[in-house]
C-alpha cells in the first residue's frame, strides 16, 4: 500500500500514487442477492433463527424449494 502512495515533502509532491487500491475481500457475484423487506409471522422466524447462523439463506433455500426453481 505504501509503494503505491503518493509522497509529499511539505506541500510538494515529491511521487505521485500509481494504481490503485484493490478492495480486499471476496469477488463480485456473478448473480447477487438483492435486499428486500418481507415481513414474516414472529414464529417463522423464531424457528428459522433457532437453526443458527445461515438462517435467511435456509429462508431462501425453503422459498426456492416451495416455487420449484
Do not use: C, H
Not at 500514487?17 to 414464529?43: E, M, Y
Not at 423464531?46 to 422459498?63: C, D, V
Request: proline share 9%; hydrophobic share 35%.
Amino acid at each position: 500500500m505504501f509503494r503505491k502512495a503518493a509522497v509529499y515533502k511539505g506541500d510538494n509532491l515529491v511521487r505521485p500514487a500509481t494504481g490503485t487500491l484493490k478492495s480486499i475481500g471476496r469477488p463480485p457475484s456473478p448473480n447477487p442477492k438483492q435486499q428486500v423487506t418481507l415481513r414474516l409471522d414472529p414464529d417463522v422466524i423464531e424457528k428459522f433463527r433457532a437453526t443458527g447462523k445461515g438462517w435467511q439463506s435456509r429462508i431462501n433455500a425453503e422459498l426456492r424449494k416451495a416455487l420449484g426453481i
